[in-house]
């Protein structure tokens, strides 16, 4: 996704000419005159970009900056941090039959200063937790952290 949305970065002349095309349509059924606000020397509380015409006025002012968002708020989204921690969904009873324990090493990287470094240990860890729900006959396997955490018996009392 992110790929097409940088294409359309790229290609803005291009992938914009579609989008007016549209507009004006709609504004032509309505009677609408697609006009550029007027711009000042001065202008300093909105948007004051210099163009031709009004489909480079918001090709500039709304079309690019909003590609520009979209694109860095899903890069911020989906950073490396972020598939790291998503890893961790791997110990959910109802997903874990798709993935093995080397799947989870990314997390387990991310938090080593929480976890033992004994990765034969974890493994160990792993594979019980596994086998307790494999072994969970007739009843549908939880689908988040606090489902397994409300079925299991292994309560840690303070």
Partial sequence: MVAVLEKKRETADDSFDGIWSQAQELADLSDTELVQPRLSVRQRNRVNVPACSPQEYFKRSIFIPFLDHVLSDLKERFAAHN????????????????????????????????????????????????????????AELPKSAMDAFAACNCYIRM
């Fill in 83 to 138: 598939s790291a921690v998503y890893c961790l969904s791997i110990l959910i009873p109802a997903f874990f039959h798709q993935y093995s324990f080397d799947d989870l090493l990314p997390a387990l990287e991310m938090y080593h200063k929480f976890v033992s470094d004994d990765r034969n240990k974890l493994r160990s860890e792993f594979d019980l937790w596994k086998q307790r729900w494999i072994s969970t006959t007739g």
